[in-house]
C-alpha cells in the first residue's frame, strides 16, 4: 500500500533562508518549523525535504559540506522531537561554474524529478501527497508531480504565481493545519 508524504522545501520553509547557505553554523532553525515537522511525523506522513542546491554548481560548497549542513539540519531538528525521513537535493545548473554539475536536469525544481525519485523509492502516492515551499518553483514541482501544494508565505506577498497553490499558510506550523 502506497504512503504518503510531505515533501517540505528547506530554505524559507525549514529555516531561514540565506542566499546560499555554506556552513552549517549558518543553519537557523524557523520559529515553529521543527513544532509542525513533528505533527507531520504524528499524523503518520512520511517527512521528506526537497531542496535545489546550485551553490555546489556555482562552487560556493561541496557535496561533502551540504552533507554536513544537512546532518547538522537533522539533529537540530531531532533535538526538538521532529523527524526528516529523507532529503532529495538537485546541485545542478545548467549555467553553473563547475563543469560536473553544471546540466540541465529533470530534478531542479520546478521540475518534478526529485519528487517522482522520492515517490518511487519509499512507495509514496503523490496524489495523497503534500508539497511546501516559499516560492513558485516549489508550487510547480509539487502540482507538476500531482500533489497538493502549500505556499508558506516567509516572504509575503510578493510573487507572481505561474501557479496557484491549494493553499497559502503563513509558516510551516499554519500550514499543518490546513492539510491535516
Known sequence: MSRR??????????????EYLR??????LLPNAARAIKRFNEDGYLT????????VARGFLTEERLAEIH?????????????????????????????A???????????????????????IDLS???MIGDTPADVMAGKAAGCRTVLVQ?????FDMPEEPDYTA????AAVTLVT
Do not use: W
Not at 521528506?48 to 551553490?55: A, D, F, L, R, V
Open 5 to 18: 508524504a510531505v515533501f517540505l522545501d528547506r530554505d524559507g520553509t525549514i529555516v531561514r533562508g540565506a
Open 23 to 28: 556552513t552549517p553554523e549558518e543553519l537557523e
Open 48 to 55: 521528506i525535504i526537497i531542496t535545489n542546491q546550485s551553490g
Open 71 to 99: 546532518k547538522r539540519l537533522l539533529d537540530m531538528l531531532s533535538e526538538e522531537g521532529a523527524r526528516i525521513d529523507a532529503i532529495y537535493y538537485c546541485p545542478h545548473l545548467a549555467e553553473g561554474s563547475v563543469e
Open 101 to 123: 554539475y553544471s546540466i540541465d536536469c529533470q530534478c531542479r525544481k520546478p521540475r518534478a524529478g526529485m519528487l517522482q525519485r522520492a515517490a518511487t523509492e519509499h512507495d
Open 128 to 130: 495523497t501527497s503534500i
Open 154 to 158: 516567509t516572504h509575503g506577498n510578493g
Open 170 to 173: 503563513k509558516d510551516l506550523l
